[in-house]
């Protein structure tokens, strides 16, 4: 942990000295490339000892946030009501969306609140004013009734975190036992 945080200072002093270079957008496109390179499963994103220490405190899971530069996304939806579908039935939906800052997007992670939604994410940076999509599917097996499922995304944005919400309803076949309710 130590060293990936030495490791995690040092790509930050050189992306602050390649900065101070005439060249911006060279620069910017060789930070966006260092901080992806210094590591791949916590791109541009480290946790502070403050959040580490409340995390621990907590029993949580520790939090993280930017400490290189920070963009903006914007969503074109962030719910998608799925409507009534048969039990075992398989959802899946896009969520469009855009980075309106002007820094490359690192999407760091992309979690379902429970192992039946589950979302996939560009890894690659997204350059500012470009669009993407996050696709999550959502699997109804041994689910019935009324359904509202989040995916928490984590990004180099203010604030870090986003959500996007799944919901809709699940029929149990006539004579089956009820499944797990929505969580």
Same mark, same amino acid.
């Given at each position: 942990?130590?060293?990936?945080?030495?490791?995690?200072?040092?790509?930050?002093?050189?992306?602050? /000295?390649?900065? &101070?270079?005439?060249?911006? &957008?060279?620069?910017?496109?060789?930070?966006?490339?260092?901080v992806t390179a210094t590591d791949a499963t916590q791109p541009g994103l480290q946790p502070t000892s403050d959040a580490l220490a409340e995390? $621990?405190?907590?029993?949580?899971?520790? $939090?993280? +946030? *930017?400490?290189?530069?920070?963009? &903006? +996304?914007?969503?074109?939806?962030?719910? /998608?009501? /799925?409507?009534?579908?048969?039990?075992?039935?398989? +959802?899946?939906?896009?969520?469009?969306?855009?980075?309106?800052?002007?820094?490359?997007?690192?999407?760091?992670?992309?979690?379902?609140?429970?192992?039946?939604?589950?979302?996939?994410? *560009?890894?690659? *940076?997204?350059?500012?004013?470009?669009?993407?999509v996050i696709s999550v599917q959502f699997d109804s097996k041994g689910k019935s009734g009324a359904q509202n499922k989040k995916v928490t995304?984590?990004?180099?944005?203010?604030?870090?975190? &986003? /959500?996007?919400?799944?919901?809709?309803? +699940?029929?149990?076949?006539?004579? $089956?036992?009820?499944?797990?309710? $929505?969580?």
């Amino acid at each position: 942990m130590m060293n990936r945080f030495k490791f995690g200072l040092l790509a930050l002093a050189i992306v602050g /000295f390649m900065m &101070s270079c005439k060249n911006d &957008s060279d620069v910017r496109d060789a930070a966006a490339q260092s901080v992806t390179a210094t590591d791949a499963t916590q791109p541009g994103l480290q946790p502070t000892s403050d959040a580490l220490a409340e995390n $621990a405190a907590a029993g949580q899971e520790t $939090a993280t +946030v *930017p400490t290189g530069p920070t963009t &903006s +996304v914007q969503y074109s939806e962030t719910e /998608f009501d /799925f409507g009534t579908i048969d039990q075992g039935d398989l +959802v899946t939906h896009e969520y469009k969306f855009k980075n309106t800052g002007n820094e490359p997007l690192i999407i760091n992670s992309a979690k379902g609140s429970c192992g039946c939604t589950v979302p996939s994410w *560009p890894k690659e *940076p997204i350059a500012p004013g470009k669009e993407a999509v996050i696709s999550v599917q959502f699997d109804s097996k041994g689910k019935s009734g009324a359904q509202n499922k989040k995916v928490t995304i984590t990004a180099n944005t203010n604030p870090q975190q &986003s /959500f996007l919400y799944l919901k809709g309803t +699940v029929n149990a076949p006539q004579g $089956a036992a009820t499944g797990t309710p $929505a969580q």
